[in-house]
């Protein structure tokens, strides 16, 4: 196989695995992340500064900190490292960057909406207590204490739903995975906020 065949496969194997993510932002910060992570010749000049500039306006876009210049930023970057790029990965990477920067799912990111709640400053972790059938189970998987609540007994009776400490939520979504009764979603936080919840 050949050096530009390797490089081919390569690039095959990360538009396969950023698709595996469903925020257009985070799918497009994976992608240039995979980019940087390799070799750069530093030949052109868009790709050998844009791009390190490019990851840092898409980090402050899944950080909920963006704001418009930051997608005109991104883009003008990605259009001049597809005229001026001289090898196809930089060419592909800008392209896959256009190809999903002017969706709905991506702009709105700067109001702080990542609808696919992929985006961990953007989401919250909360219990619905009508579902919650006070097992405990996620109250032993929380490795940072940050579920309350105190498993039922038989011999006690009232209601005590357990609760999400939004401070100490890593949002490493452990409880999510063991509540048996779906009692444990994921929300939009600003919205949330919103309805002061
Ligand atoms: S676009 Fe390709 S050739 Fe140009 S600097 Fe980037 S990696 Fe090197
Ligand atoms: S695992 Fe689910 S049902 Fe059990 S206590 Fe936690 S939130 Fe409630
Ligand atoms: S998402 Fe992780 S840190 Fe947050 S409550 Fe669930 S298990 Fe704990």
Excluded at 91 to 115: P, V
Excluded at 167 to 183: D, H, M, Q, S
Aim: glycine fraction near 6%.
């Amino acid at each position: 196989m050949t050096q530009e065949e390797l490089k081919e496969k390569k690039l095959e194997d990360i538009i396969k695995e950023a698709e595996q993510i469903k925020c257009p932002a985070q799918k497009s910060l994976y992608f240039i992340d995979e980019f940087l992570s390799g070799p750069m010749c530093g030949k052109c000049f868009p790709c050998s500064f844009g791009s390190y500039e490019a990851r840092i306006r898409l980090k402050r876009v899944v950080g909920g900190i963006a704001a418009d210049e930051d997608i005109a930023s991104i883009k003008r970057i990605s259009s001049n490292m597809i005229e001026a790029s001289m090898c196809k990965k930089g060419k592909d990477t800008a392209k896959f960057i256009l190809d999903h920067i002017d969706s709905k799912e991506f702009t709105e990111h700067i109001s702080g909406i990542c609808s696919n709640n992929e985006c961990l400053e953007f989401i919250k972790y909360i219990i619905i207590p009508e579902k919650c059938t006070i097992c405990g189970i996620c109250l032993d998987v929380c490795k940072d204490n940050a579920i309350t609540g105190e498993k039922k007994k038989s011999y006690l009776s009232g209601y005590h739903p357990f609760e999400i400490a939004q401070k100490r939520c890593t949002k490493c979504g452990e409880c999510i995975k063991v509540c048996p009764t779906g009692a444990i979603v994921i929300v939009n936080a600003k919205e949330r906020e919103a309805v002061g919840v």
